[in-house]
């Protein structure tokens, strides 16, 4: 019976049975949870490349066949004909909502867009030059010292309070980093906007003058949200399971996520991408960079290409593919050479061998940044974007985890090879 399915393991002649499970599309997993009570060794997996660290509903990826799925639909199906919130929706609940459901999700989240009004002297203690990362990390952890009343994980109606308020107040604070770090002044929400637009009017209104959203590029900014909304068990979602797994307040938490997605190997590599387009800046330098990435003693890497999961077309990136041509056509923009650079560096990678062989194609970071760039915001607002996007994703994998019964606190062991014991020795004894 497949229930029954179990692993074989020898370790020194002795025979240690491992419960198989498979589950509802993808690979078996071998349940090893009984290994080190009964074999006395750990398994050896840094990086986690064959290791499932949880079970979870939210979304599943096919790496081999380039397959993004949210609660079970494609993404490529919600980029088309949903909205952000209501994949929000989707994401945190579980089901597509009915038309009152979505009403009154959007109509929460809306009523919670403003931020403390005392939190517009926190930002004040920040240097006008400080990379909006830094700020929105210190303003989320902030935020469990300005809403005490949603920071108790036992109480559903705090988690879900926490939740509505992060995903409200994302746009509002990034919005804020942005203008604290060009000198223009706070613009406050304006809850008759949808989620997008009510983000780019915060970001590009000045006072002196009125700022009509643009509805495509509205809907543009809105695809990349739901794009980035989640992504299984990637570091930064891991980060914030982790950190709630010690029972971490949900700021502190997103607070730890957003700073492990700031990393140029993660969440930083659509800055990275478009910085490394722009260097690049024509066609003919293409082999140059191409060929230092294949060089082992060269530590540049195509920023945006490969994923530890993809081992195909990053669903994500070939729908931003497409995007940044309409965006580009649209509303044009000096950054047509980093899309021509772009597509021709994908072409002559896509025919190479040494990226080929490794399986290494454009992720979702490869051509956001030139979308997000036509639309007017600087390359240190990207990862912020990502993070505004994915805060949905972090906020529905730890919801689910501390809504587990079986929910322990996540603690990895090792493989020690450093010195063994040795005797003290005063400092009046040693050599030197
Ligand atoms: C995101 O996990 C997620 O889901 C993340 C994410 C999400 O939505 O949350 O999808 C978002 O983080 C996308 C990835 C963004 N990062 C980048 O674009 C940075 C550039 N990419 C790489 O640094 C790398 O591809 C990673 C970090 C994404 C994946 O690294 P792995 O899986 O650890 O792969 P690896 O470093 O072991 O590389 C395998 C081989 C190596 O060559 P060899 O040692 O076999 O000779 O491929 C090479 C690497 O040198 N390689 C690259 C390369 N990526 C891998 N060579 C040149 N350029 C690259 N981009």
Known sequence: ????????????????????????IGPDTIDIRRLYGEAKCFTFDPGYTSTASCESKITYIDGEAGELLYRGYPVEQLAEHSSFLEVCYLLLYGELPSA?????????????????????????????????????????????????????????????????RMIAKLPTIVAMAYKYSNGQPFIYPKNELNYAANFL?????????????????????????????????????????????????????????IACLWG??????????????????????????????????????????????????????????QSADEILDEIGSENKPALLVARELERIALEDDYFRSRRLYPNVDFYSGIIL???????????????LSRTVGWISQWKEMIADPAMRIGRPRQMYVGESHRRYVPVAERPG
């Open 264 to 321: 140029p190997a993660h969440g930083g590599a659509n800055e990275a991408a478009l910085l490394m387009l722009r260097e690049i800046g024509t066609v003919d330098r293409i082999p140059e960079f191409i060929k230092r990435a294949k060089d082992p003693n060269d530590s540049f890497r195509l920023m945006g290409f490969g994923h530890r999961v993809y081992k195909n077309f990053d669903p994500r990136a070939s729908i931003m593919k």
């Open 201 to 257: 009017r915060m970001c590009f209104k000045v006072p002196p003058q009125q700022y009509k959203v643009s509805p495509s590029v509205s809907k543009a900014l809105d695809r990349i949200f739901i794009l980035h909304a989640d992504h299984e068990q990637n570091a930064s979602t891991s980060t914030v399971r982790l950190a709630g797994s010690s029972g971490a307040n949900p700021f502190a938490c997103i607070a730890a996520g």
């Open 100 to 164: 009152k459901q979505l009403e009154d999700f959007e109509c929460r989240v809306t009523n919670h867009t403003m931020v403390h009004d005392q939190m517009n002297y926190f930002f004040r203690g920040f240097r006008r030059d400080a990379h909006p990362m830094a700020i929105i990390t210190g303003v989320m952890g902030a935020m469990s010292a300005f809403y005490h009343d949603s920071t108790d994980i036992s109480d559903p109606k705090q988690r879900e309070i926490a939740s509505i």
């Open 373 to 387: 760039d036509a639309i007017g915001f600087p390359t240190e607002m990207f990862t912020p974007i990502f993070a």
């Open 1 to 24: 019976m497949k229930g029954d399915r179990h692993a074989v393991l020898t370790v020194d002649g002795k025979q240690f049975k491992l419960p198989i499970q498979s589950p509802t």
